[in-house]
């Protein structure tokens, strides 16, 4: 998978196949809502050990029911690459 940015274009077509999912500045960012913060807490979790197995790690941010993921690559200057992407589609496919 590509460290190199992608284009303003790239994005956003990867974006159409990515319902719910934000282009944020130099991030890819979506929330989620749960029943209650046990609900969220275990998505984050369960986020987090994806986010270990493919040794790209999203920011999560936890308020109460609610999980916002956010995703930029760092080796890319800290722009969006296709490992966001890639993992933006995981994390969807995860907690759909």
Known sequence: MS???LTEAEIELALSD???WSHIGDRLEQTWTFGGHLQAL???TAVGF????RDHHADL???YNRLRVSTTTHSAGNKVSAKDTD???AVSDLLA
């Open 3 to 5: 460290d190199q940015p």
């Open 18 to 20: 990515l319902p719910g």
């Open 42 to 44: 275990a998505a984050a």
């Open 50 to 53: 994806l986010n270990e197995q």
């Open 61 to 63: 941010t936890i308020n």
């Open 87 to 89: 993992l933006a589609r």
